[in-house]
């Protein structure tokens, strides 16, 4: 009873199903909410070897993520490096000085023309900035993650990125509003350095995005990924089963998809 009146009005402001799914689990007594599965452990404090990989903290204008990308990649042993896109395209800054780059989270150019196109398209239109990702990418000895908005520009650059060819682009939520929430993800069985020695835990991630549903240009592109073990990171219920249903599925992605590989598991967003 106590709920009903915000599901109502959650009716007419938000999709309506969405609004529906998410009333159900409200009834559910038997929920047994955020239940994390952690079999891993965090090693206090990190081996930091006198030789540090070095990292770019890659952002763009309106990108907001940087900060604690760089602290997050400090505290685990990189050699964090600020730079932004500017940087690389005046020649200030090079990828072949690097061995690793991570995308940040924010809005790059407000999303004025969809989630991490602007930023896409600012690497795909200037020739030798392209020319330098597709090289970074193609090399066996970097790493690459791209989170947020950062996976959303990487899902618009496929064509650079090796076994990337079957990612999709990622729209509007299926709820038709942003999303910043708790949710669960579990680990696959995938092999990447991201996430060696993560595979089976199920864990409280926190979100906020606006298009976060991942849409494919033909159904085939799914089953191909689920095939090469590209699907490394999938929303799942209290139950731990996939999350189809909002909030547990926040943006209405197919079978919960939260995170990719390509690239032999090296690139990750």
Same mark, same amino acid.
């Given at each position: 009873?106590?709920?009903?009146?915000?599901?109502?009005?959650?009716?007419?402001?938000?999709? &309506?199903?969405?609004?529906?799914?998410?009333?159900?689990?409200?009834? =559910?007594?038997?929920?047994?909410?955020?239940?994390?599965?952690?079999?891993?452990?965090? &090693?206090?404090?990190?081996?930091?070897? !006198?030789?540090?990989? !070095?990292?770019?903290?890659? $952002?763009?204008? #309106?990108?907001?993520?940087h900060?604690?990308?760089?602290?997050?990649?400090?505290?685990?042993?990189?050699?964090p490096?600020?730079?932004?896109?500017?940087?690389?395209?005046?020649?200030?800054?090079s @990828?072949?000085?690097?061995?690793? *780059?991570?995308?940040?989270?924010?809005?790059?150019? #407000? =999303? %004025? *023309?969809?989630?991490?196109?602007?930023?896409?398209?600012?690497?795909?239109?200037?020739?030798?900035?392209?020319?330098?990702?597709?090289?970074?990418?193609?090399?066996?000895?970097?790493?690459?993650?791209?989170?947020?908005?950062?996976?959303?520009?990487?899902?618009?650059?496929?064509?650079?990125?090796?076994?990337?060819?079957?990612?999709? $682009?990622?729209?509007?939520?299926?709820?038709?509003?942003?999303? #910043?929430?708790? %949710?669960? %993800?579990?680990?696959?069985?995938?092999?990447? &350095?991201?996430?060696?020695?993560?595979?089976?835990?199920?864990?409280?991630?926190?979100?906020?995005?606006?298009?976060?549903?991942?849409?494919?240009?033909?159904?085939? =592109? @799914?089953? =191909?990924?689920? !095939?090469?073990?590209q699907?490394?990171?999938?929303?799942?219920?209290?139950?731990?089963?996939?999350?189809?249903?909002? &909030?547990?599925?926040?943006?209405?992605?197919?079978?919960?998809l939260?995170?990719?590989t390509?690239?032999?598991?090296?690139?990750?967003?």
């Amino acid at each position: 009873y106590w709920s009903e009146t915000s599901f109502r009005i959650q009716s007419l402001r938000d999709n &309506p199903k969405n609004a529906q799914e998410e009333f159900n689990v409200i009834a =559910d007594e038997d929920d047994p909410g955020i239940n994390p599965i952690i079999n891993f452990d965090i &090693p206090s404090p990190v081996n930091i070897k !006198k030789t540090k990989a !070095k990292i770019a903290i890659l $952002r763009e204008q #309106g990108i907001n993520g940087h900060t604690e990308m760089a602290a997050a990649f400090y505290y685990a042993g990189f050699e964090p490096y600020d730079v932004h896109m500017s940087d690389i395209v005046c020649g200030k800054s090079s @990828l072949t000085e690097f061995q690793a *780059l991570a995308a940040c989270g924010g809005f790059s150019f #407000g =999303d %004025v *023309l969809g989630a991490g196109q602007g930023w896409a398209k600012s690497i795909l239109f200037n020739p030798k900035t392209r020319d330098q990702f597709e090289e970074f990418f193609h090399r066996d000895d970097t790493l690459t993650l791209g989170v947020c908005n950062g996976c959303q520009m990487m899902a618009q650059m496929q064509d650079l990125i090796p076994e990337a060819e079957h990612w999709p $682009r990622f729209v509007r939520n299926r709820s038709e509003q942003f999303e #910043g929430r708790t %949710v669960m %993800v579990k680990i696959n069985a995938v092999q990447t &350095p991201w996430l060696e020695g993560m595979q089976g835990s199920v864990m409280p991630v926190a979100i906020a995005h606006g298009e976060g549903r991942a849409e494919f240009s033909q159904e085939a =592109d @799914l089953q =191909d990924l689920k !095939k090469n073990r590209q699907l490394a990171i999938q929303y799942v219920n209290a139950k731990h089963e996939i999350a189809n249903l909002y &909030p547990d599925n926040p943006n209405g992605a197919v079978q919960g998809l939260a995170g990719l590989t390509a690239a032999q598991g090296r690139v990750l967003i």
